[in-house]
Structures are given as structure tokens and as C-alpha cells.
């Protein structure tokens, strides 16, 4: 999973948006999410946990043990957060990475400066 604080990736967002004559890239701000009490780091760790259990989210009768696993990764992390917002919370992100994805792209642009993107796009969760 990309470190999307990192300074160093930053820096190549914004090298390849003005080399492209985009200007500088309008980052969202990544320590919060669009959700109250949904920080950075949950939304990497749901990324995190989304993947190492996306065969069982993907197999409809087990996708219920995928989500109680999640709940207890969130747990082991010291946080308290119930299956629908976890649920929620997963179902928007998907949302955005494909508004993100379906958009038509511009000749010479720069991909997405959603900060979820790129660990959403290499789980191929279309």
C-alpha cells in the first residue's frame, strides 16, 4: 500500500501536474475522511483489511465473516466502529474510486489526487 503522507510521493503528484501544465494539484485533505471520526488511518486500515480478506467479501455467503473480521482488525487497532459504518464507509470509497475511474481522461493529464485511489485501483476493486 502506497504511504500517501509521504513526502516524497507527494512531491512526484506534483512534479508530474505541473510538468503536465495542470498547475498545483488540489489535494484533498487526507487525515480525514468525508465521514466524522473517520481518520486517515482507519480509512487506510479499512483499505488494508478490505484486501486481505476480499475473497471471502467477494463470496456472497462469506462476506459477512469478511465484515466481522474487519470489525475485529478495526478492534486489535483500538477502535470502536460497528459493521454498517464500516459497511458505509466501504461502499462510498468504492463510489468515488469509480466517479475517479469512469471519468474521461484528458490528454497529458495527471491521474487522481484522491488520496485513496491508487490503493483502491491495485486491489482491482471494480
Request: hydrophobic share 30%.
Amino acid at each position: 500500500m502506497n504511504n500517501i503522507t509521504d513526502q516524497s510521493y507527494a512531491q512526484k503528484v506534483f512534479d508530474k501536474c505541473i510538468t503536465a501544465g495542470l498547475g498545483s494539484p488540489k489535494f484533498a485533505d487526507a487525515s480525514t475522511s468525508a465521514f466524522p471520526g473517520w481518520t486517515n488511518e482507519m480509512t487506510l486500515l479499512l483499505l488494508d483489511s478490505l484486501s486481505n480478506n476480499y475473497k471471502l467479501y467477494k463470496t456472497i455467503p462469506l462476506r459477512e465473516q469478511a465484515y466481522r473480521n474487519i470489525v475485529e482488525d478495526f478492534s486489535n487497532k483500538g477502535f470502536n466502529i460497528s459493521r454498517e459504518e464500516i459497511k458505509r464507509k466501504w461502499g462510498n470509497l468504492l463510489g468515488t474510486y469509480r466517479r475517479i475511474r469512469d471519468r474521461p481522461k484528458k490528454p497529458g493529464g495527471c491521474k487522481s489526487l484522491w488520496p485513496y485511489y491508487y490503493d483502491s485501483d491495485s486491489m482491482k476493486f471494480s
